[in-house]
């Protein structure tokens, strides 16, 4: 009755193989650029950072211009027993007037300046969220690469202790064989199918990641991605840093704010000079010829300009001590930057230097040991020299480490895709195997 169940296990186990092979064969082939281009063109999130740019740029173009003028029209020393009689008093006219607010010379375009700083400051920032956006499909896509690599690793081992338990059987049948190793060998194969009940969940998992950076159905199938190797970095970190300084989006943006602080802090000192109201009225006048008073009505005009007085001194100090501030902040966040991206960058290049001698280490040399070791296990259990357990241990050992092989390869290939969103660019380009 357990040897049945134990097959029954298989029999699922290779049709939900069957079943998954089948469905990466419907399902074509993902490229990384394809789905970075998708992701920049759909994701809401970079829409919104662009619609947020823009909106700044706007309001640029309206920081340097001039208030709108205003225009004056009133009735002047009108009569109360006569409203609207203009030919009574001399000093009865109907008056225009126009009059602008100029503020003093430099202030407009240094707020125009400042408008501009900040505008720039989000164009960049729009580039910073293309960086991260890009990083986090690659990791995505680096990560359902290795789930995959554990699948097909499991079912290479699940119809490997499909052998095993056949071995076992026929030594069994012939009285040189214990049953205790049949059930060892069920035992194992349970374990590997609750390993890839997890995979398959976390395959899942990631492709919903995937989905919602590229903002389409959480439920899109993601197909099946290619191998790669593993390309160099030729810059050193020094090299690297220097590079991040003159390209990565994130420290330009935090550039534009130190000079928008310090241009505020201009704009405050230019705060102790006055500004200026020039005014313009023109009076309509009408002849007077009365008893008591004669008028000729010429009109008349009249020209102002009136100035405030810069007394306030405590607002303009307050003024100038947050733009003191506002500089200080912006300078301090870039400083932190510049040691994040230093500290991303060396702890990335010694991961990923430590990964590839990992990947070399597997291939050339680990991997093919373990492998004759397992073979060399297997003929010797066949001839009774070995026990199963000995069995056991060379399997989960090569298992152990064709895992750790590929799980190597997915996270270089992530450390990489970190340090080109630290230093801002590309920095090698993928090859397929």
Sequence with gaps: ???????????????????????????????????????????????????????????????????????????????????????????????????????????????????????????????????????????????????????????????????????????YSVGQGVQQDIYKAGLEKSRMLDMQITLVQQRKSLEATLNYLLSRPGSTPVGPIADFSLPPVALSAEQLQEQAGQQRPQVKSLRELVKKGEAAHRLAEKEYYPDFNVSFEYMFKEKVDTEMTKDPGYDMFSLGVTVNLPFQTERRRAM????????????????????????TINDSLAQMERRRKLVELYRGGIIPQAEQSLESAVIGYRVNKVDFLTLLDSRITLFNYERELYDSQAEYMMKLAQLEAAVGTELATNSGK
Excluded: C
């Design 1 to 171: 009755m357990n040897l049945q169940i134990v097959k029954l296990v298989i029999i699922v186990v290779l049709s939900t193989l069957a079943g998954i092979a089948h469905a990466d064969d419907a399902v074509p082939r993902e490229t990384l650029p394809a789905l970075i281009d998708k992701a920049l063109a759909n994701n809401p999130e970079l829409k919104s950072s662009r619609a947020r740019w823009d909106m700044f740029v706007a309001k640029a173009r309206q920081a340097g211009s001039f208030d709108d003028p205003m225009v004056m029209v009133k009735l002047q020393n009108m009569l109360v027993r006569e409203p609207f009689v203009f030919d009574k008093d001399p000093q009865s006219a109907k008056v225009i007037g126009i009059s602008q607010q100029i503020p003093f010379w430099g202030k407009r375009g240094i707020k125009q300046e400042m408008a501009e700083y900040e505008a720039e400051s989000y164009r960049w920032a729009v580039e910073e969220r293309k960086l991260e956006l890009a990083r986090m499909v690659k990791e995505a896509y680096y990560q359902i690469w290795a789930v995959d690599k554990s699948l097909g690793i499991i079912a290479k081992n699940l119809q490997l202790m499909n052998d095993f338990v056949t071995i076992a059987e026929s030594k």
């Design 320 to 343: 100038i001590a947050e733009s003191t501030a506002e500089t200080g902040m912006a300078t301090a966040e870039l400083n932190g930057l510049q040691n994040t991206i230093a500290f």
